[in-house]
């Protein structure tokens, strides 16, 4: 309602742990609230990508252009696009190990 999700395409979710009912109120668990974000946004949500507070995750870049397409196993694929990175001849490897 503040405008959040203006200009979205679409709602990605983490892989969450624990995401069962919630303990103070037991009137939502996780599914629940992805619905009523559904209902609230009408945008196309995507949840389970393999980011967040979980082990064994993958690099998530946040503030870049993303492109969700299904894939043939039935379940979608992301690929970023203009985000910056950092060309590995350009680290100095010795600068990150100096002491005062």
């Not at 946004?41 to 299904?70: A, D, E, N, V, W």
Request: proline share 3%; glycine share 12%; hydrophobic share 35%.
């Amino acid at each position: 309602m503040a405008g959040a999700f203006k200009g979205q395409q679409a709602i990605v979710f983490g892989a969450l742990s624990g995401a069962g009912e919630d303990s103070y109120d037991k009137r939502y668990d996780v599914a629940t609230v992805i619905r009523q974000l559904h209902q609230l946004t009408r945008l196309p949500i995507y949840s389970g990508m393999r980011f967040g507070h979980i082990g064994q995750k993958h690099s998530f870049p946040l503030g870049t252009k993303c492109q969700i397409s299904s894939n043939t196993a039935g379940g979608y694929q992301l690929a970023f696009s203009d985000y910056p990175t950092i060309k590995a001849d350009a680290i100095q490897v010795e600068g990150l190990w100096q002491t005062a």
